[in-house]
């Protein structure tokens, strides 16, 4: 994969089962975002989701390759949360949301198979 595409970084939150949330910081990623005017019963409100690519050839933590540490230190699983960026926060819902773009994993799909070897994240706000 061309590198020069992936140029974010994001900062991944999955819950854990002891009730406290595990923080990774993933480099060299691709995030497209998406924003949208949806109206409902309460008028109308701005929603937001996002497409992530997470390359296994080059996507890093720290300077390890991502995918080396997939499923023992990180892992991608409906419901847990991505921030744009790296948050240097704890997880606290509140605090994330006044400084960073939090999104909610949707779906995750392992397309670890043939040349283009990658994690396909959907998430919304």
Not at 33 to 48: H, L, P, T, Y
Request: with cysteine; charged share 30%.
């Amino acid at each position: 994969m061309n590198d020069r595409f992936f140029n974010n970084t994001i900062t991944i939150y999955n819950f854990k089962e002891d009730e406290t949330f595990q923080k990774t910081v993933i480099d060299k990623v691709y995030v497209r975002k998406i924003r949208k005017i949806v109206i409902n019963s309460n008028g109308e409100e701005v929603a937001g989701s996002a497409t992530i690519v997470i390359p296994t050839g080059i996507a890093k933590i720290e300077n390890n390759l991502a995918v080396e540490s997939y499923e023992t230190d990180w892992f991608l699983k409906e419901g847990d949360y991505i921030v744009e960026g790296n948050c240097p926060l704890d997880f606290d819902i509140t605090e994330i949301k006044k400084r960073f773009n939090l999104f909610q994993i949707v779906s995750a799909m392992d397309n670890r198979k043939g040349n283009l070897q990658h994690f396909k994240v959907e998430v919304y706000e």
